[in-house]
T-cell receptor
Framework: EAGVAQSPRYKIIEKRQSVAFWCNPISGHATLYWYQQILGQGPKLLIQFQNNGVVDDSQLPKDRFSAERLKGVDSTLKIQPAKLEDSAVYLC???????????FGPGTRLTVT | KNEVEQSPQNLTAQEGEFITINCSYSVGISALHWLQQHPGGGIVSLFMLSSGKKKHGRLIATINIQEKHSSLHITASHPRDSAVYICAVSNFGSQGNLIFGKGTKLSVKP
């Protein structure tokens, strides 16, 4: 069974530029999560999808971050414009249902200069 | 105060030692997760438990719901166990998303 795929693995951009991350969850997993992990901290949920609907986006900075999961499968997370404090690892995870074990992708390490 | 607290933050052990990492939480939970994160970022789920004890190889996880406390034990530690170990909880009433601790960085020396 293929795991959660993410791309790119690394990205370096200047502040005020835009960036997009892609995630393909495990086949058949209805729930998809995007997390932000700042160095030295645990991951923080940005947004949770159930199929193609948003379940929780309360911690998503909506003035600059957006995410979509149009067909209920893969998802993109966008930052526009980026700030220095957005430098972090962005993790995508999926699970078969709304609760239960989550399966994580390798993450995308973003550096904003 | 964070909702999920781990101790210690950093731990150095000699190969073969018995290791314990602790996690305390302050919210009602439906489940507690122990995760392992290696350098490079990838996270692997080790355990999900809501009561009692689970064992997988040299890893043992326990939880005391009344005391809101969980421990992760590693027996006969090995340098390949070196990683960050993260405790996370599924909050009652949440939609399944996790609240994470800051992690415990373990280094096992040969």
């Amino acid at each position: 069974e293929a795991g959660v795929a993410q791309s790119p693995r690394y990205k370096i951009i200047e502040k005020r530029q835009s960036v997009a991350f892609w995630c393909n969850p495990i086949s058949g997993h209805a729930t998809l999560y995007w997390y932000q992990q700042i160095l030295g901290q645990g991951p923080k949920l940005l947004i949770q999808f159930q199929n193609n609907g948003v379940v929780d986006d309360s911690q998503l900075p909506k003035d600059r971050f957006s995410a979509e999961r149009l067909k209920g499968v893969d998802s993109t997370l966008k930052i526009q414009p980026a700030k220095l404090e957005d430098s972090a690892v962005y993790l995508c995870a999926s699970s078969p249902g709304r609760v239960g074990e989550q399966y994580f992708g390798p993450g995308t390490r973003l550096t904003v200069t | 105060k964070n909702e999920v607290e781990q101790s210690p933050q950093n731990l150095t052990a000699q190969e073969g030692e018995f290791i314990t990492i602790n996690c305390s939480y302050s919210v009602g939970i439906s489940a507690l997760h122990w995760l392992q994160q290696h350098p490079g970022g990838g996270i692997v789920s080790l355990f999900m438990l809501s009561s009692g004890k689970k064992k997988h190889g040299r890893l043992i996880a326990t939880i005391n719901i009344q005391e809101k406390h969980s421990s992760l034990h590693i027996t006969a530690s090995h340098p390949r166990d070196s990683a960050v170990y993260i405790c996370a909880v599924s909050n009652f009433g949440s939609q399944g998303n996790l609240i994470f601790g800051k992690g415990t960085k373990l280094s096992v020396k040969p």
